[in-house]
């Protein structure tokens, strides 16, 4: 079950979901996306079931929960939690409640909502995965995000703290924390803003964006037996950024600058 998983990163995860043979209970906001996605996984061969709705709302919790629970003989193997956005941002002096609120709606209500619904019944049958979508901004600091990357520091405490909690269940609990996804939310030209797509190099290790399945390889290891005995963590991808700290490859090629924009 994939929340947000029409579409970018959760699209990432869907479709290679499905090609790992899973039965997928897709959620998203936007039914024509959805509907585009049921359509590939289906003319790829895959088994899937879209439920439109707003995973900010208890009544789309509830609707997916109930679908995940009537395929698959009611075996929810697995819950991805992958909704979440920047926005609204802003320097933190800029904002009130409204902006808190609607982040903390956006990037942590709908996690803990999602797992106190469908973890009752990994627990029941003793085996499950859950894998939270945080971010690299949770780990080193982000102007003009502070609420933001807060509240995914908070999905990174809850998935350690409930990996300890369900472990004798048998339920295990990780995170991924993306890094520079060319997706809807941060499409490659937003990213850019009008600079040489050479520079990627330069700020990236691995030397590129991230494209959606490059995410959904990790969340499938995550999901599936290759990881019984990982547990409790929130693993980076993000092409080596959050490893670099900041610090990129100057373009005349003599060493490294914290500085990108100088030369
Ligand atoms: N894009 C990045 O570089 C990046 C970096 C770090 C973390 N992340 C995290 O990865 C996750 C996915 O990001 P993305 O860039 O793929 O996002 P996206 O906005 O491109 O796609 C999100 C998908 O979720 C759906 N969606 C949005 N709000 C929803 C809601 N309330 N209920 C149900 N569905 C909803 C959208 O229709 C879309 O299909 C988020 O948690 C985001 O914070 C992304």
């Given amino acids: 079950m994939v929340t947000g998983g029409a579409a970018g990163i959760g699209g990432g995860v869907s479709r290679r979901l499905a090609a790992a043979q899973a039965t997928v209970v897709v959620n998203d906001i936007d039914p024509a996306l959805l509907a585009d996605l049921v359509a590939d996984i289906e003319a790829a061969g895959g088994i899937v079931v879209g439920v439109p709705g707003d995973i900010r709302r208890e009544d789309t919790v509830r609707a997916v929960a109930l679908a995940a629970g009537s395929v698959a003989e009611g075996r929810i193997d697995v819950l991805v939690n992958n909704v979440g956005d920047y926005r609204p941002n802003g320097r933190f002096l800029t904002t009130g409640p409204d902006e808190w609120n609607a982040l903390y709606a956006l990037n942590f209500e709908h996690v803990l909502r999602c797992t106190r619904a469908i ?13 939270n979508v ?3 901004e949770a780990f080193r600091g982000i102007p003009a995000n502070a609420v933001y990357s807060a509240f995914n520091a908070a999905v990174n405490a809850f998935t350690r703290s409930l990996a300890v909690e369900l472990g004798r269940d048998g339920v295990r609990v990780n995170a991924i924390a993306p ?3 060319d997706t809807l ?7 850019l803003r009008g600079r040489d797509p050479e520079m990627v190099r330069h700020w990236v290790p691995l030397g590129r964006f991230g494209r959606p399945e490059d995410y959904g390889d990790v969340v499938v ?12 963590h929130v693993i ?12 990129y490859l100057r373009s005349d090629g003599r060493g490294w600058t914290n500085l990108p924009d100088a030369p």
């Fill in 119 to 131: 973890a009752p019944a990994m627990v029941e049958r003793g085996t499950g995965s859950i894998v």
């Fill in 134 to 136: 945080s971010t690299v």
């Fill in 179 to 181: 890094d520079l996804a």
């Fill in 185 to 191: 939310q941060t499409p490659v030209a937003s990213m």
């Fill in 221 to 232: 290891f995550l999901a599936s037996d290759m990881a019984r005995f990982v547990t409790g």
């Fill in 236 to 247: 980076p991808v993000d092409g080596g950024t959050l490893a670099a700290g900041g610090w």
